[in-house]
């Protein structure tokens, strides 16, 4: 059993970290945002640390996320955005600290590293809720991201996640001075796709980001035994480099190879980011890239025979809306209801 860790009120200090990259010094703009919202629509006071506006060490980064755990007054860890070697602070941790001192720590992407340290001393952590990402985004809140980053944030309930009605995966340049007059195009939902058996199940919520879950395969440093992972429920979603479904099908094979992809219960893919700035696609080509990743999964499963019940498209990671699901939490999925429910 993940132990669940006390909830902030409104009117405490959450602390604002950058444990991957230091973005809000390169774009001030959505973060300073976000941070007004975080006050304004949350009731909450960030904390900023010394490195969360400054490229720093991964040394000086982990002691800031230390500190944070520290803090009797922090009641919740807030990350302003994700990176890529936040890998290398790991090694700098004090998991003593963090078990004496467990509190709600929010990030998604290159934050998939600190939430499987987490998983592995037995906490949940919740997958969701940049300060850049999701209170940044211009505009205002999505609805649906702000909804479920109250429900993580405040309570310890259960949580019926849903279809997003609009959605969209293509980003504001923040270079651009006028990033912020316009939210983002939306596109309408397209729901959710179930493949496999009609079984019902429940388990813990283990995953992420899969290029860094790819990080944590090679590195071989900071995963349990493949036996800790049964009966688990499996999520992953790929982040705006877009990586192949060639690189898709390669990752989960290496997962299955090492008889860890068996383990799992169910799989939650979150809706695959056809779109950045880099690589502008047309709406067809952003479908096929949907279709040939989903198809890249599918083809794994049947390779190695594994029949559990899988969803596409989940709002989770590098889209919009992005809802919070608690990384370590307890989720139930019911494919005869169409149900995902998740307990904060």
């Given at each position: 059993?993940?132990l669940?860790?006390p909830?902030p009120?409104?009117?405490?200090?959450?602390?604002?970290?950058?444990p991957?990259?230091?973005?809000?010094?390169?774009?001030p703009?959505?973060?300073?945002?976000?941070?007004?919202?975080?006050?304004?629509?949350?009731a909450?006071?960030?904390?900023?640390?010394?490195?969360?506006?400054?490229?720093?060490?991964p040394?000086?980064?982990?002691?800031?996320?230390?500190?944070?755990?520290?803090?009797?007054?922090?009641?919740?860890?807030v990350?302003?955005?994700?990176g890529?070697?936040?890998l290398?602070?790991?090694?700098?941790?004090?998991?003593?600290?963090?078990?004496?001192?467990?509190?709600?720590?929010?990030?998604?992407?290159?934050?998939t590293n600190?939430?499987h340290y987490?998983?592995?001393?037995?906490?949940?952590s919740?997958?969701?809720?940049?300060v850049?990402?999701?209170?940044?985004r211009?505009?205002?809140?999505?609805?649906?991201?702000?909804?479920a980053?109250?429900?993580a944030?405040?309570?310890?309930?259960w949580?019926?996640?849903r279809?997003?009605?609009?959605y969209?995966?293509?980003?504001?340049?923040?270079?651009?001075?006028?990033?912020?007059?316009e939210?983002?195009e939306?596109?309408p939902?397209?729901?959710?796709?179930?493949?496999?058996?009609?079984t019902a199940v429940?388990?813990?919520?283990?995953?992420?980001?899969?290029?860094?879950?790819d990080?944590?395969?090679r590195a071989?440093r900071?995963?349990?035994?493949?036996?800790?992972?049964?009966?688990?429920?499996?999520?992953?979603?790929?982040?705006?480099?877009?990586?192949?479904?060639?690189?898709?099908?390669?990752s989960?094979?290496?997962?299955?190879?090492?008889?860890?992809?068996?383990r799992?219960?169910?799989?939650?893919?979150?809706?695959?980011?056809?779109?950045?700035?880099?690589?502008?696609?047309?709406p067809?080509?952003?479908?096929?890239?949907?279709?040939?990743?989903?198809?890249?999964v599918?083809?794994?499963y049947?390779?190695?025979?594994?029949?559990?019940?899988?969803i596409?498209?989940?709002d989770?990671?590098?889209?919009?809306?992005q809802?919070?699901?608690p990384?370590?939490?307890?989720v139930?999925?019911?494919?005869?209801?169409?149900?995902?429910?998740?307990?904060?």
């Amino acid at each position: 059993m993940s132990l669940y860790p006390p909830k902030p009120q409104p009117g405490d200090a959450v602390a604002v970290l950058s444990p991957g990259a230091a973005l809000p010094e390169v774009f001030p703009g959505p973060y300073e945002l976000g941070l007004r919202r975080l006050q304004r629509d949350f009731a909450l006071r960030p904390v900023e640390y010394a490195t969360t506006r400054r490229w720093s060490s991964p040394q000086a980064r982990a002691d800031d996320v230390m500190a944070a755990f520290a803090d009797p007054d922090i009641k919740a860890i807030v990350t302003s955005i994700g990176g890529s070697d936040q890998l290398k602070i790991l090694r700098y941790l004090d998991p003593q600290v963090i078990l004496d001192n467990p509190k709600p720590f929010f990030g998604t992407s290159d934050n998939t590293n600190l939430h499987h340290y987490l998983f592995n001393l037995g906490l949940v952590s919740y997958y969701g809720g940049t300060v850049m990402t999701t209170l940044g985004r211009p505009g205002g809140i999505n609805d649906h991201s702000a909804y479920a980053f109250t429900m993580a944030m405040f309570t310890s309930e259960w949580y019926d996640l849903r279809p997003a009605d609009a959605y969209t995966d293509m980003e504001r340049d923040w270079s651009d001075p006028a990033w912020a007059e316009e939210p983002p195009e939306m596109l309408p939902g397209t729901g959710w796709t179930w493949h496999g058996p009609r079984t019902a199940v429940e388990g813990r919520l283990w995953g992420g980001q899969l290029e860094i879950v790819d990080f944590q395969l090679r590195a071989n440093r900071y995963l349990l035994p493949e036996e800790e992972y049964d009966g688990a429920v499996l999520f992953l979603e790929t982040s705006e480099e877009m990586p192949s479904s060639e690189y898709v099908w390669r990752s989960l094979m290496c997962l299955a190879e090492r008889d860890l992809l068996q383990r799992f219960s169910a799989l939650l893919m979150g809706r695959p980011k056809g779109w950045s700035l880099d690589r502008r696609h047309s709406p067809v080509r952003r479908r096929a890239y949907v279709e040939a990743q989903h198809e890249a999964v599918l083809e794994i499963y049947r390779d190695y025979k594994i029949d559990v019940p899988i969803i596409f498209d989940i709002d989770l990671g590098h889209t919009d809306p992005q809802i919070v699901v608690p990384h370590g939490g307890l989720v139930r999925i019911d494919p005869e209801q169409r149900s995902v429910a998740v307990r904060y």
